[in-house]
């Protein structure tokens, strides 16, 4: 397992590189994750508006105005921030590449530092504005194309994801929460993906909706995209081994599977980030000296193959379903059945309902299920009612 970038580069190339355990490796295909969802997004909503399914919108701006007390005073509360921080790890930067997730989210920094890029952010602001300043500030309408708010949709949805996948997390695991809240909120780790998923969702369909885009087809657009990006994230969970793998697997290699590697099948997941398992003898890595024993199902590398094959599904079908709304109501039939499916072989907390047990996973891949198939029949209607 590869906790940060540095281990990868080490164990790859020999390189010994420490800047590089800064970059964790979740985080790294979390942000590829989103940067490839982007990109697929962007190319179907150009798509969907030169068909003349979406169209353009107006916003009118301000240009030439000098810069305002807010934008100064922002400038400089951003700058120190940033200062406050950066100028502190410059100064510290063998025990920040140690403990990446303890200095940015402890309250330690450096005043000075934090001054001066509040100094040059002000600065800086106020020459940008200087170079545009008119004589009288005018009016202006600027013509927006749907695939321009993508970038702030991401935005939105990484918060809002990171958001919900900390909440259901907690919900999930409430014992630990009430142990240790703060700890809990704070921590990088532990983050459920329906809970990301749900909430970047809702996020997004909102925005999309107050900018005037059609939902029906901003979800559509947006289905391909969702199940690549749940895919390569979950590359990460298998990289850094963060602890969605699967039940313990002491069971041979069937012989169907003879062609793959051994970690295909059962993986112990050595040097995993969590720090989970048993010692690793004669261990030189750090403090991730620990692996599972016995091994464990893969169960992010299924789902990593799964969730690829599902898009290439989505991506090659989605000109032929011509009914907004429904290819996205597809997506969340796929992915229920894909969820559903994995979590027979995966580790999670099981709730009871007398001898029933399932867990929130199981739950929300079921109510997915229905919704997409409920959803299938309302866009059909819909559509034959208009």
């Given amino acids: 397992m590869y906790p940060s970038i540095y281990y990868a580069l080490k164990d790859l190339f020999g390189w010994d590189l420490p800047f590089f355990k800064m970059i964790q490796s979740f985080g790294f295909f979390v942000a590829m994750a989103f940067l490839a969802g982007a990109y697929f997004w962007t190319k179907e909503l150009k798509r969907k508006e030169q068909q003349g399914l979406l169209s353009t919108t107006s916003r009118k701006l ?35 590449t140690e403990n990446t997730q303890g200095f940015l989210l402890s309250t330690k920094g450096n005043f000075i530092g934090g001054l001066v890029l509040a100094v040059i952010s002000v600065y800086l602001k106020y020459r940008e504005k200087e170079k545009t300043k008119l004589p009288e500030p005018k009016w202006i309408e600027e013509t927006v194309h749907p695939y321009q708010e993508v970038g702030n949709m991401t935005l939105i949805a990484a918060f809002a994801g990171l958001l919900g996948a900390k909440i259901f997390h907690n919900l999930e695991n409430w014992d630990e929460f009430v142990a240790d809240p703060v700890g809990s909120l704070l921590s990088f780790s532990g983050l459920t993906m329906y809970g990301g998923l749900i909430c970047a969702s809702i996020a997004c369909i909102y925005y999309g909706y107050k900018k005037k885009i059609t939902v029906a087809h901003l979800i559509d657009a947006a289905a391909p995209s969702l199940m690549l990006s749940y895919g390569i994230g979950r590359i990460g969970c298998q990289v850094a081994g963060d602890g969605d793998w699967g039940i313990n697997n002491i069971a041979p290699k069937p012989s169907w599977l003879s062609w793959a590697p051994d970690w295909m099948w059962s993986y112990d997941y050595a040097h995993n980030v969590n720090s989970v398992g048993v010692p690793i003898a004669n261990c030189v890595n750090d403090k991730f000296c620990y692996h599972l024993v016995p091994p464990v199902f893969p169960t992010p590398f299924y789902e990593t193959i799964m969730c690829l094959f599902l898009f290439v599904v989505i991506w090659k079908i989605r000109k032929r379903i011509a009914t907004p709304g429904v290819l996205f109501c597809v997506y969340l039939i796929l992915n229920g059945i894909e969820r559903f499916t994995i979590e027979s072989i995966r580790v999670n907390t099981l709730y009871h309902i007398g001898t029933f047990s399932f867990t929130q996973a199981q739950l929300i891949s079921t109510l997915l299920f229905f919704t997409g198939i409920a959803g299938v029949f309302y866009f059909r209607r819909k559509a034959l009612v208009h």
């Fill in 62 to 96: 301000l240009i030439g105005q000098k810069a305002t007390i807010a934008e100064l005073i922002t400038s400089a509360v951003v700058g120190f921030l940033i200062g406050y921080k950066l100028f502190f790890i410059v100064f510290n930067f063998s025990a920040f």
